[in-house]
């Protein structure tokens, strides 16, 4: 669940509990979000039934669990489409994938997480945890290192301030000084490397996804499995990475809202 947003009043409290239902992946019944919210059960349970009463919840009739609503859905998929690299990216990863025969990764930063938007699996696909819409760590994947990396000294305090350093495998960097001079290397690079550090045995190199102003839009990356490759392998399609990368930023550039195109016409 996100930190609690004080100064956000009622909105931030709803959207904590849209949050937290949302992380347990399934539908969830009203003593169990008690056990996990910081909030007086009088208070989930009013800001609860407001969420279902507008539809960005909705409780199954028959066993009482509350699920995000189909209000929620339509949000969300509006969202993918005006808001997510994923539809912009599209015919780009499809080529990557294809030219690179591994598992393909576009992800957004949200708030110093992972937001995976969108994945290609690899030729013979591998388990791995990341799927598109789920949230994974930034300070131990390749595409979450790729947007550190790149961020204004500003955004990276704060991004890093949201970093848990769990050590998930023996390679996982897990102090801030390690990960800062790791960073370093990738802005040098240009490029980010997973070493087995969220997951063992799954390496990638991933490339930032950078506007013309140096701007960090989001993060692509090749990822096998051991079993299957090296990163000496993976590292071989780094210019093609970082073209594909470039591709996308250039076509996220030039890409308008339709109510902004509209309003550009008319103002001619």
């Not at 859905?73 to 030219?99: F, G, K, N, Y």
């Not at 802005?187 to 013309?212: K, Q």
Request: charged share 20%; proline share 4%; aromatic share 6%.
């Amino acid at each position: 669940m996100t930190e609690s947003k004080g100064g956000d009043g009622t909105v931030g409290k709803a959207l904590e509990v849209l949050d937290l239902i949302a992380s347990f992946n399934r539908p969830v019944r009203f003593a169990e979000l008690q056990g996990k919210s910081p909030f007086p059960k009088a208070t989930l349970y009013r800001l609860i039934q407001a969420l279902t009463h507008q539809g960005m919840l909705a409780q199954d009739p028959d066993t009482g669990a509350y699920a995000p609503g189909i209000r929620l859905v339509r949000l969300a998929h509006a969202a993918w489409q005006q808001s997510s690299l994923a539809p912009i990216a599209r015919t780009h990863i499809d080529e990557l994938s294809r030219m690179a025969g591994q598992t393909i990764h576009l992800a957004q930063l949200d708030g110093g997480q992972v937001l995976y938007v969108d994945k290609r699996n690899a030729r013979e696909p591998v388990e791995m945890f990341s799927q598109a819409g789920k949230v994974g760590p930034g300070y131990c994947t390749g595409v979450g290192k790729a947007m550190l990396a790149f961020l204004t000294e500003a955004e990276l305090d704060a991004a890093l301030a949201r970093q848990s350093f769990h050590r998930f495998t023996p390679s996982t960097l897990t102090t801030r000084e390690t990960l800062l001079k790791e960073l370093e290397a990738i802005r040098t690079r240009g490029y980010a490397f997973d070493r087995e550090e969220h997951e063992a045995g799954i390496v990638c190199i991933a490339a930032p996804i950078l506007s013309a102003g140096g701007r960090v839009l989001g993060a692509l990356s090749i990822t096998g499995t051991l079993l299957r490759t090296t990163l000496t392998e993976l590292e071989s399609f780094a210019p093609l990475l970082l073209q594909t990368a470039r591709a996308i930023a250039q076509d996220a550039e030039s890409w308008r809202f339709p109510g902004q195109q509209t309003a550009e016409r008319s103002a001619e």
